[in-house]
């Protein structure tokens, strides 16, 4: 039994779809059952990381965790191991190695340590740029055909949070990957003013990209996240590494599939668009 947290979310959805469709025993593991709003049939458990207690139900029967970051790593993992769990594949971010004295780098470094030094089996999935964060200009193309961005040249490998579920589904069943960090990004770079264009031939419009400047994206961004995320996020956006921009074979070669593009993953995802 697989029990997957953040089930209702790019990342922990998909995984859910892809277990249940080869036939693997899952749980989802979410705060509140009844507004999590997930497939019919799903298995469901209700638990929450900052009580560990409230966990013992979700983790009984259960020998594989898929973990979002809490920030409560070590109670959570010691209340698993007494459950039974013995394998854990964490949701990591490529900011560990990239960047790991920003504040994104620096908690899920800690994360991980936590992780490492809980005696169970591990693997670390660390990803760049994510294709759903392109999901918050709903609004904007809700009010019409454009869509203002900063940093419109700068290209991103971004991931399809599909091949992202294929390699933890690979890590949750498969052994061999024990102990192994993943960094994972889609095949090719691809800059905002690409991925308009992307997500208009997906829905049938003509879509328009506008650069804003990065005050006015992070007065914007902080409505809805912290400063400290909103700073990381634009320098991240805005200033990339050269391992940031680089496009990595990683998700071939854990899964035996090439990673997807942004124009599959808009195609994918026309419906939330619309």
Excluded: C, Y
């Amino acid at each position: 039994m697989i029990l997957v947290s953040g089930a209702s979310g790019n990342v922990g959805g998909e995984l859910l779809r892809q277990l249940r469709t080869e036939g693997t025993a899952v749980r989802a593991l979410t705060r509140n059952a009844a507004r999590a709003g997930l497939p019919a049939g799903t298995g469901v458990a209700e638990g929450d990381f900052s009580d560990p207690r409230s966990l013992t139900k979700a983790f009984s029967g259960a020998d594989a965790l898929f973990l979002m970051m809490s920030g409560n790593e070590t109670a959570v993992l010691a209340e698993a191991a007494r459950a039974g769990i013995r394998r854990v594949v964490f949701l990591s971010s490529m900011a560990v190695d990239t960047r790991p004295d920003s504040f994104i780098g620096r908690v899920h470094r800690e994360a991980e340590q936590a992780i490492a030094a809980s005696g169970l089996e591990w693997t670390f999935l660390r990803p760049g740029q994510f294709a759903s964060n392109t999901l918050s200009w709903r609004e904007q193309l809700a009010g019409g055909d454009v869509v203002r961005t900063p940093f419109a040249r700068v290209g991103l490998p971004a991931i399809h949070p599909g091949d992202i579920a294929a390699v933890a589904r690979t890590a949750l069943t498969q052994d061999g990957h024990a102990g192994a960090a993943h960094s994972l990004t889609g095949p090719e770079a691809i800059t905002p003013v690409e991925q308009v264009a992307a997500v208009g031939r997906a829905i049938g419009r003509e879509l328009r990209h506008e650069e804003i400047t990065a005050e006015q994206a992070a007065e914007q961004m902080s409505a809805h996240m912290p400063p400290e995320i909103v700073a990381a996020s634009l320098e991240f956006l805005g200033d990339p590494t050269d391992a940031e921009t680089q496009a990595l074979p990683v998700v071939e070669k854990v899964t035996g599939k090439p990673a997807r593009t942004f124009e599959e993953w808009a195609r994918d995802n026309a419906d939330s668009f619309r």
